[in-house]
C-alpha cells in the first residue's frame, strides 16, 4: 500500500516535498517512483527510482528541478521539488510494481501498485 503526502499550493519558483509511505513490502528491490496526472493530460511518469540499485529517472520537463529518494528506515519515498512552475500543476501519485527493479521501465510503463494522489497547485 502507498500513501502520498504533501501536496498544496505554491507560488511559481517555489518547493514542495512529497512524501510516499510504503507499506506491506520494502524498498530493497522493486522500482518506485512518482507520476503525475494534469487537467486533460494523461498520466505521466514524473521520476523514478530503482531501490535495488539506486538508478533514477526523470522526465526532461523535471531535470535539474526534481529530485527523488528515499528513506529505506521510514520505508518512505520523498519527492523534492524546486523551482516549481504553474505547468507542474497536477495530481501527484506514487507507484510501485514488484516485478520491476528498473526506474527507467516503471516511469514508461503502468505500474501494478498505486496509492491515492495528492494535489499540487502552481499559482500565484
Known amino acids: 500500500q502507498l500513501q502520498a503526502s504533501g501536496g498544496g499550493l505554491v507560488q511559481p519558483g517555489g518547493s514542495l516535498t512529497l512524501s510516499c509511505t510504503v507499506s506491506g513490502f520494502t524498498l530493497n528491490r522493486p522500482a518506485v517512483g512518482w507520476f503525475r496526472q494534469a487537467p486533460g493530460k494523461e498520466r505521466e511518469g514524473v521520476s523514478c527510482l530503482s531501490t535495488l540499485n539506486d538508478i533514477v529517472h526523470y522526465d526532461d520537463s523535471v531535470k535539474d528541478r526534481f529530485t527523488i529518494s528515499r528513506d529505506t528506515s521510514k520505508n518512505t519515498v520523498y519527492l523534492q521539488m524546486n523551482n516549481l512552475r504553474p505547468e507542474d500543476t497536477a495530481i501527484y501519485y506514487c507507484?510501485?510494481?514488484?516485478?520491476?527493479?528498473?526506474?527507467?521501465?516503471?516511469?514508461?510503463?503502468?505500474?501494478?501498485?498505486w496509492g491515492a494522489g495528492t494535489l499540487v497547485t502552481v499559482s500565484s
Open positions: 507507484a510501485a510494481d514488484l516485478g520491476q527493479s528498473s526506474s527507467y521501465a516503471l516511469c514508461h510503463t503502468r505500474p501494478s501498485t
